[in-house]
């Protein structure tokens, strides 16, 4: 039987993979309608159709992967969906009506959550003697692995193939989903047990009231699903810093791969010295505050080589928010709803990337300082929004949580 580490690296192998195609996604969409002729509002728009739909299905994912008698059986079939729909998107951009490619994109959303909170929630199956900071951080650098490869591999595809850059792009994360379909066969994803029968269906999903019930959960959750909707204006304020400041929108997508950098040195650093004078919930709080100020920074950059240095500090700030994230869900969600808990709030997440997305379509004319601007300005809102909705003013039942 394997060790403990070694089921980790193998979950950890399985998510970086994933995550780098879902990360180099939204970058590759934007290439792709660029190289076609098309704008950035054009590819937002795409980017806002897989995710809203992302958004919205994520629940009924995650209610669905906690009745499955052999889980890895629905992942697979996830990675082969997403990767025919990448396929397609790399083939019909520029070519195929527009309302097919909606439609195709919305098709990606429809299996993107389970790759992102879905797969989350098996950590600690995959590896149960695992503590759980360590196990998060693991997945948290798991994240930030794909958010290096991802836009890494698109902006270089988008650079050097001069025929078909947006193509090579979108086929990049095609092969990136294939890699994680591959890793899976050898990862032993844990049956559902008899011991623990789930609820019908549709009481699973009244179990979503605990993420108002429980207090340190509505506040992590409503504050980084708000900063999410920030967070997507940089994704697609990036190729546009690229393009003015260095001269190529791929230089821009690289940047993102920097972003991704700093948080996989954060999330290195936290699993080795997690931060225990504060509990994960006020870390969350204070991160997402830094991340808004960052951005500022970001939106200020004289040149390309300042930005490069200001978007490394974003991600190893978004480190420690994304791992204390985790860990509050974790804590919080009863055993028997922990796929629906993970992927509802990662859905959420989605969503907020979606309505980020629409915003950016919007606000992408002014250029991409009022938009990286703007984005800073909806991070600190979000710490603002949760902890007044997280207030003892507002029904609560005594969690003994510390946050």
Known sequence: ????????????????????????????????VLAAGGSASD????????????????????????????????????????????????IGIGSWPPALLVLIAGLAGLFHPMLTGAWSAQVRRIAPEVAAPRAYAVDAATYNVGEILGPAL?????????????????????????????????????????????????????????FWHSVPLRRTTIISTVAFVGFAGFVISAPLLGEDLAGDAGTGALLLAVAAVGALMGSLAYARRPIRRFGPGTVVVL??????????????????WVAVP??????????????????????????????LVFVAAASLKTGAFALGSLLAAALVTWGWRPLLLSSAAIEIGAVALGLILASKGWPRRTSKSAV
């Open 154 to 210: 698109v902006g270089i595809a988008y650079v050097y193939d001069a025929a078909t850059p947006g193509a090579a792009s979108l086929e990049l994360v095609t092969i990136l989903y294939l890699c994680a379909g591959l890793a899976l066969l050898f990862v032993a994803v844990p049956h559902r047990t008899s011991t623990v029968p789930p609820d019908p269906l549709h009481h699973a999903l009244r179990g979503l009231s605990i």
């Open 287 to 304: 991160s997402t505050f830094g991340l808004g100020l960052i951005m500022v920074l970001l939106a200020l950059s004289p040149s390309y």
């Open 310 to 339: 200001i978007a490394l500090l974003l991600g190893v700030t978004n480190a420690p928010q994304l791992t204390s994230v985790m860990q509050v869900r974790d804590r919080e969600a009863p055993t028997h709803l922990r796929s």
């Open 43 to 90: 590819g937002s728009l795409l980017i806002a159709s897989v995710t809203a739909v992302a958004g919205i299905m994520g629940p009924l994912a995650g209610a669905v992967v906690d009745r499955l008698e052999q889980p890895r059986r629905g992942y697979l079939l996830a990675v082969v969906v997403l990767a025919a729909a990448t396929a397609a998107l790399a």
């Open 1 to 32: 039987m394997s060790s403990p580490g070694q089921r980790l690296a193998l979950y950890a192998t399985v998510g970086s993979f994933a995550r780098a195609a879902t990360a180099g996604l939204p970058p590759a969409i934007i290439l792709g």
